[in-house]
């Protein structure tokens, strides 16, 4: 009998550590799989058909999240009117999955702000990537390069081709992006403060009058919208006569402005400025036919933004950060590229 009870509590007992051992498997594998669930992270982004760099971004975006070990599901939207409603259900449909954690490069930011689906789920926390939504309290971070800075480094790199010329006054003529982009308003206004000093005192002559950001947006940033801006304001010079200096915001501003120019037989092609470094404009920078283009460094950019999303999933700090409409921000460096550069 005392041999037998002994064997039936031996039993019981090693029962009882065979059950605890499955019970802590089975938490284990339950924390792994919300662990896992929590990396979840949806990237909503313009396509590639009007400005190449998206596809450049989203490929540097998903790379990035990839070495904190984030799953990502990637969305894009054309810029179009239809594309911005297009990006509006992409968001609902993300959220809707459950996804909590989302990286937005807006189409349309007011599309997004008129959805309500940020205010709607205050539990989702939304990274601009490269473009900010202002009048949203709703946005958790900002990554991007500073982009009233890169309208100042534009506008100086103007200021001191025009002081370097010695002449008394030169022509200039400004081309910037449409309103459904609130970065293009901060290049126009980063830029303009630089070089309302300069028109006020005639020094940089503005022949077609359109100095106000209303009066030089653009429908898109679409290089033949960006030509048509400038076919625009070469009504104001004679012909074969062009602007001395053409602020262009963009590298497709910059190539829509050259198309208009070899439109109109120009050969000698005024200074023109633009950002992205995309390779189309790096081609006309080596020709001579664009000048300067600024390169925001668009993976250094990518990585802000992963880091930042895995802060966010793991409750940690974020360093180095400044604030932009009281949201936390982490700016990429930016570098001016010439004909030097390459």
Known sequence: MRNRFF??????MMCGVVMTG????SNADNNDGNNKEQKRVALLLPDASRINRWATDLANLEDAMATYGIKTTSYVAPETAEGA?????????????????????TVDYKKINESGLLEKHPDVKVVCHDRFIFDNPNIAYLSSADTKEV???QATFLIDRFNASGKASMTLEILQGPATD????????????????YIDDGKLVVK???????????DSWDV????????DRLKSYAEGECPDMVLAATDNAAQGAVAALEGAG???????????NSPASQALIKSGKQTMTIDKNLKDMANNTAKIVNSLINNTPITGSQTVAGIPAIFSKITVMTKDSY
């Open 182 to 197: 609130n970065n293009a308003k901060d290049y126009y206004n980063g830029a303009i403060e630089i070089l309302q000093k």
């Open 85 to 105: 409603m297009q990006q509006v259900e992409q968001l609902r449909a993300a959220i809707n999955d459950g996804v909590k954690y989302i990286v937005l490069t």
């Open 266 to 276: 120009i050969t000698n092609m005024p200074i023109i400025t633009g950002q992205d």
């Open 208 to 218: 077609s009058g359109k100095t106000a950001y209303n009066d030089v947006k653009a």
């Open 151 to 153: 309208g100042r480094t």
């Open 22 to 25: 499955l019970t802590s498997c």
């Open 7 to 12: 064997w039936m509590l031996a039993t019981i």
């Open 224 to 231: 033949a919208d960006q030509k048509k801006a400038m076919e």
